[in-house]
């Protein structure tokens, strides 16, 4: 009779923690079957930059004062650049798994490492990494002060 209780215990305790491994896999699935589509540049810039360099690209987010570093106006990238968006060079710092000896902050965050923490490391994720990436940049270059 103990035996049956103790069964019946751990079958319980077995099929709860089935249910919420279940449950948890469900909800992830469901957070990351965003279309790549659907990124919004803005959203992403908001989300994950403007602390540092502001709501405009001004350099003059909440925790700028706290940095060691002087941060450029981002809306003159182009104009810093012979009047083209250097995007590849903007890809490659947003993305940061590719180092750049010379160019880009070492405090900035390396935005495709993070990306790939929240999104996995299979091939949609992957997809959905470089979408996130590719709408930051976008974004930057939507910016961009001509005048």
Same mark, same amino acid.
């Given at each position: 009779?103990?035996?049956?209780?103790? *069964?019946?215990? *751990?079958?319980?305790?077995?099929?709860?923690?089935?249910?919420?491994?279940?449950?948890?896999?469900?909800?992830?699935?469901?957070?990351?079957?965003?279309?790549?589509?659907?990124?919004?540049?803005?959203?992403?810039?908001?989300?994950?930059?403007?602390?540092?360099?502001?709501?405009?690209?001004?350099?003059?987010?909440?925790?700028?004062?706290?940095?060691?570093?002087?941060?450029?106006?981002?809306?003159? *990238?182009?104009?810093?650049?012979?009047?083209?968006?250097?995007?590849?060079?903007?890809?490659?710092?947003?993305?940061?798994?590719?180092?750049?000896?010379?160019?880009?902050?070492?405090?900035?965050?390396?935005?495709?490492?993070?990306?790939?923490?929240?999104?996995?490391?299979?091939?949609?994720?992957?997809?959905?990494?470089?979408?996130?990436?590719?709408?930051?940049?976008?974004?930057?270059?939507?910016?961009?002060?001509?005048?």
């Amino acid at each position: 009779m103990i035996i049956n209780l103790e *069964l019946t215990a *751990l079958s319980k305790a077995l099929l709860v923690a089935t249910a919420m491994l279940v449950s948890a896999n469900t909800a992830a699935e469901q957070m990351n079957a965003t279309p790549v589509t659907q990124y919004s540049g803005s959203d992403l810039y908001m989300l994950n930059c403007s602390n540092c360099h502001g709501t405009y690209g001004e350099g003059d987010g909440a925790v700028t004062p706290d940095l060691s570093v002087v941060l450029l106006d981002l809306r003159y *990238l182009s104009a810093r650049s012979e009047g083209r968006f250097p995007e590849i060079f903007v890809r490659e710092i947003v993305d940061g798994r590719t180092t750049r000896a010379a160019h880009g902050p070492q405090g900035m965050p390396i935005w495709g490492a993070e990306f790939a923490r929240s999104e996995g490391l299979d091939d949609a994720a992957a997809e959905r990494v470089n979408a996130k990436i590719d709408a930051l940049v976008i974004y930057l270059e939507s910016i961009q002060i001509t005048d």
